[in-house]
Every structure is written in C-alpha cells, then in structure tokens.
C-alpha cells in the first residue's frame, strides 16, 4: 500500500475560510450565552447544555474551552488546537495498491473520480434523473438517455460560462435564466407574436456567454384566429 500527500491552495483557502466562519458562529453564540448566564442567573447544568449546543451547531467544540458555574460563564479560544489544524490546512493523503503509478499518475485518476461523482451529484440533483415513473425497460432507457442528454447541455452551459470568465454553478445559471421568459400577445389583432423578456443582468450575461442574440427577438407570429358569430 502506497501513500501520497498532496497540498493544494484552493482547499487550503477553503479550509482556512470554513473554520473561520464555524469560529466566530461558535463565539456569537458563546458570547450572548455569557451574558444571559450573568443577568438570569442560569444554572451551571443550563449553561452547559447550552454551551455544548451552541459549539455542537457550529462544528467548533474543540476550539474553545470555557468554565460554568450558577450565573457564571466565561470561555477562551484554543489557540494550540487552532495552531494544529491550520498547519494541515490544503493537505489531503490519497492511498493506492497500485505498484507502477507515479504521483501525478495518482493524482490525476483521483480528480478524475472527483469529476464523475460531481457529474452524479448534476444528474440526481440538478437534471434529477429520479423520480421515474416507467416500467418497460426502453422507456426506462430512454428516460436515463434524455437525462445525460440534458446533463451534456449543462456540461456545455458549465464549460461556457467558465470560456467568459463567469463564476458560477450550472444551478446558479438555470436558476438566473428563469427569468427569461417567451412572452405571447396579439399585435394588432392581426397576428399572435412570441416575444422573448427582458433578461436579467446576470441572465443576459449567461446569454452572451452562449452567444444567443442580445436583443429581445421575436420567436415566432403567427396569424390571430379569427371568432365568426
């Protein structure tokens, strides 16, 4: 069994960031407790419970440490424990059986993993392969092909905005295309025109980014049906 340590910066600013958030969530919390502890006059039973509450919530148990008693509070920052986990900040250990592969080798068949279990994640989620309501096996087939058809489109989409320089998830564009919306009305009782809306500024500039028209084009026009009494 061959081990290998790798140390990326992304995931070192993630996991300094995360813990930052978990931390000052925990002192919030620690700190409103402190002074509801001295003007209640809590229990030291209370001021525990709820001091492991606060910290349990905010994933930050072992960066503070504090003192109880009936009315009294007071907690500190575990500075040693803080010092401990930011020094393995970014650093992640991958594990192979594997004899020949060399280090890039092993890192690269790991983000490709990374890359399929993200495409799963788009498929349940986003494309939302399930719920299926089918029972013959060529429906169900054609149902799991339209799915990665439309995960393709997203894939596509993801690539786009990614080519503009535009920091956002497949979710996050669907979401803002919502609302660009094909509008129907009757131009001069003559004539029923689809019209698209007026996109937002952030959906018209995932439209740019997958080069449609920037205007508000007309779809279709079609002749008004006519009502004889």
Same mark, same amino acid.
């Given at each position: ?56 919530? /905010? =994933?930050?148990? *072992?960066?503070?440490?504090?003192? @109880?008693?009936?009315?009294?509070? %007071?907690? &500190? ?76 489109? /997203? =894939?596509?989409? *993801?690539?786009?905005?990614?080519? @503009?320089?535009?920091?956002?998830? %497949?979710? &996050? ?57």
């Amino acid at each position: 069994m061959r081990h290998l340590v790798v140390y990326s910066s992304h995931m070192a600013k993630h996991d300094f960031e995360v813990r930052a958030l978990r931390m000052q969530k925990a002192r919030d919390g620690l700190v409103v407790l402190r002074r509801e502890a001295e003007r209640k006059k809590l229990s030291t039973k209370t001021i525990i419970q709820r001091a492991t509450r606060v910290l349990v919530e /905010a =994933k930050a148990s *072992q960066y503070f440490a504090y003192v @109880a008693d009936k009315g009294y509070f %007071i907690f &500190w920052p575990r500075h040693d424990i803080y010092r401990q986990q930011r020094r393995h900040d970014g650093l992640f250990v991958l594990r192979t059986n594997h004899p020949e592969l060399r280090g890039k080798a092993i890192l690269d068949t790991y983000l490709q993993l990374q890359e399929v279990e993200r495409c799963f994640r788009v498929i349940k989620s986003v494309v939302k392969l399930r719920p299926m309501y089918h029972y013959r096996d060529r429906r169900v087939e054609a149902h799991i092909f339209l799915n990665f058809l439309a995960f393709l489109l /997203a =894939k596509v989409l *993801q690539l786009k905005l990614q080519a @503009a320089q535009i920091d956002g998830s %497949i979710p &996050w564009a669907l979401d803002h295309l919502k609302s660009w919306d094909a509008v129907e009305h009757t131009w001069e009782g003559e004539s029923i025109v689809v019209q698209t809306s007026k996109p937002s500024k952030e959906a018209q500039a995932i439209i740019d980014a997958l080069g449609l028209p920037s205007s508000n084009p007309v779809i279709r026009v079609t002749p008004a049906q006519t009502t004889v009494a």
